[in-house]
């Protein structure tokens, strides 16, 4: 049958084997044509049609609910649930979400993005459907009670949200399934002690492993050894159940079932039909292969992650060859940086690639740490190595970094400790959408005390902000845009400058933009256009949110009398904000503030342009909130 007369799980459950096989097949080439066009998870999504296929062959969406980790796998899904046609406007601007959303279709039981939710989020809805039926709740969800499940990467696994979720789950003893989709990978290889486990459960190896250590130890004892190595031979069976695959998870009150074959339907069909009347947790473990159908995502998994649009014939990129984006430009000058201070330590959370961070990893990889999807540990696991006197630097991206509030405070800035983040995607991030725009970090790191925080206009910029953090004997952190970086068009050479120190880029009576970070150059470009028309505006580039210049600042406020503060963060708690709060307290007369960043909404998907745009926070926008507001009075307090 082909993919469009596919309009919801029903129509799947009516083929046969192999016509599902048919259905994979096509299913791959869909998915394959449209990422290469808007770009997308294709290595993730290539890897769990036959997973997702016999999923919906077996459970009954949406009376069942399938909670997708990360939800980066789940294009499959979307295109059985009734979203074939929509299905082009992927990630676009207005158009179907690439993670699962909870209004876009009843299929979508719960929304992600992040990592690690999958076993918690389906855990309460376990236990909300069946207090539901216990107490006959009334206007629930839940008309008809059904099952439930996690489908959880071995990379999320890494998470220690989903030992949490596991760590509960032994305890509440309910009918939870846990699909636990195996590919090896993270974005990169996986790391860590629980994908070495899982490791050995694949190659058979867990008992070999366990039985030649018990020998060699019985051997080692003097005299004693042969006779025991005799009794533990003739022991071997009993203690073969003791090992069998998965251990660790029964061990936690969970049942394991597997390994199998993921690409297998007929398999995958079965063992969920034997599993799903199971009323105890359990674990499925499903062996699949990253970027399975497509020769390139194959051989390079990590490549074919997420990729933006390329040529499907050679697989090669179709975005610009020869930008250079701030996160090759943070990793290459912390590289540099590195050479010259052994006590330098740089910290990834399963990112290595995004963050810049291979070359890094390549030339000093004693000092690298990946420490999987644990942005909270990475943290402390920071703190704890700024404390004994080294320079951490944890690289995370601005919307994970949240995982990572408490630390931040708990950890590193209450001890005053040392630590360097560099946040990546800060700001707009464009088509991963909500759940995946930077647009907090400003307000959720400005109110903490000790902590430096400040934001780089161009390269050059950001090179001398990671040598200012590295010589700073406190907390600090960067952040930078995703994307291509703006080159020094200002001055060409790296100025050195202190803390709390911003740059006066252009001046003018009439009024100030004091801009932060990637949106000083649109300021510039603004002011240069209303000079045009006869306004004079100052520019300042702030490059620190905290602390602020406040000299100047004050300075720029009593002359002009009118402020624009332009940022690519919440409006509230921001970076004009915090310039609000201090011109407050220093009661200016006659003065007009007005904030210019992103208001009290999530910021939906679409293009970075696109949404700059709609934000007035590109050029243009600057432009005409400047000129709004130059030719409206200074109004008295
Ligand atoms: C909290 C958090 N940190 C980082 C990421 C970025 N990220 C997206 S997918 C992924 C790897 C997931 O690996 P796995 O669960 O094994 O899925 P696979 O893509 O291999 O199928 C990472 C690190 C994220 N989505 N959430």
Redesign the pocket.
């Known amino acids: 049958m082909p993919v469009e007369n596919i309009k919801s799980p029903a129509d799947v459950k009516s083929l046969s084997p192999a016509e599902l096989k048919d259905l994979a097949e096509e299913l791959r080439e869909i998915i394959i044509e449209r990422v290469s066009i808007n770009g997308g ?1 294709l ?2 999504n290539l ?2 049609v036959e997973l997702t296929l016999a999923l919906h062959y077996v459970f009954n969406s949406p009376v069942d609910k399938i909670v997708w ?2 939800g ?2 789940s294009y499959t899904h979307k295109l059985i649930t009734g979203r074939y046609e929509k299905f082009e406007t992927i990630r676009k601007y207005k158009g179907i979400s690439g993670f699962p959303k909870i209004d876009e279709s009843v299929h979508d039981a719960f929304g992600t ?4 939710t999958s076993i918690s989020a389906a855990l309460g809805i376990i236990e909300a459907r069946d207090l539901i039926k216990k107490f006959k709740i009334q206007n629930s969800k839940f008309k008809i009670p059904g099952k439930v499940l996690a489908v ?6 890494t ?1 220690g949200l989903a030992f949490e979720g596991l760590n509960h789950a032994g305890q509440l003893k309910k009918d939870l399934i846990v699909v636990l ?1 195996d ?1 090896e ?3 990169s290889k ?1 790391v860590g002690a629980l994908a070495a486990y899982l490791n050995r459960i694949l190659t058979g190896d867990l008992y070999q492993r366990f039985k030649k250590q018990t020998r060699a130890f019985l051997e080692g004892i003097p005299k004693l050894g042969t006779p025991v190595t005799k009794i533990a031979q003739k022991a071997e069976e009993t203690l073969k159940g003791l090992f069998l695959p998965g251990i660790l998870f029964e061990e936690l009150g969970i049942n394991y079932v597997g390994p199998i074959d993921g690409h297998d339907i007929k398999l995958l069909i079965e063992t969920f039909g034997n599993i799903k009347n199971s009323t105890e947790p359990t674990l499925v473990h499903v062996i699949t292969k ?1 970027g399975k159908g497509y020769e390139f995502s194959e051989k390079n998994p990590c490549i074919f ?1 997420g990729v933006g649009p390329f040529e499907i014939e050679t697989g090669s990129s179709l975005s610009d060859a020869a930008a250079v984006s701030y996160s090759a430009i943070f990793g290459r000058a912390l590289t540099e940086l590195a050479a010259e201070d052994e006590r330098l330590i740089a910290i990834s ?3 290595r690639e995004g963050t810049g961070l291979e070359c890094f990893e390549k030339r000093f990889p004693d000092r690298f740490y990946d420490v999987g ?1 644990a ?1 909270p540990h990475a943290v402390t696991f920071a703190a704890g190595i700024a404390a004994q006197g080294l320079r951490p630097v944890v690289a995370i ?1 601005s919307t ?1 970094l949240q ?1 990572g509030y408490d630390e931040i405070i708990h950890d590193v800035c209450l001890q005053k400790l040392p630590v360097v983040f560099a946040i990546d995607r800060a700001g707009i991030v464009g088509e991963d959408g909500p759940t995946h725009q930077g647009v907090f970090d400003i307000s959720y790191l400005r109110h903490i005390p000790n902590l430096t925080v400040m934001a780089p206009k161009d390269d050059l910029e950001l090179k001398a902000m990671l040598e200012l953090a590295l010589k700073h004997n406190g907390p600090s952190a960067i952040r930078y845009p995703r994307g291509k970086v703006q080159p020094s068009g200002i001055s060409g050479q790296l100025s050195a400058f202190d803390i709390g120190k911003a740059e006066i880029l252009k001046e003018g009576f009439d009024l100030t933009l004091i801009a932060i970070g990637n949106v000083v150059y649109p300021a510039l470009g603004a002011a240069e256009r209303l000079e045009k028309e006869g306004i004079k505006a100052s520019v300042i580039n702030a490059r620190f949110i905290k602390p602020l210049d406040k000299e100047l600042i004050l300075k720029m406020a009593s002359k002009t009398k009118r402020i624009i503060t332009i940022e690519e963060n919440m409006i509230a708690g921001g970076f004009g904000s915090a310039v609000l709060e201090y011109l407050n307290s220093m009661d200016i007369p006659e003065i007009k503030i007005k904030i210019l960043g992103i208001p009290d909404e999530f910021v939906e998907q679409g293009s970075q342009a696109i949404l700059r745009k709609k934000y007035g926070i590109d050029e243009e926008g600057i432009y005409q909130a400047c000129k709004a507001f130059f030719s409206t009075p200074a109004t008295v307090r």
């Open positions: 998870h290595a993730s890897g769990t980790d990360v980066h796998q993005g992040h990592s690690s959880i990467g071995d990379g999320a696994m998470s989709n590919n990978m993270s974005i996986n990253k992650h959370a399963a990112m999807i942005e991206y994970f995982r």
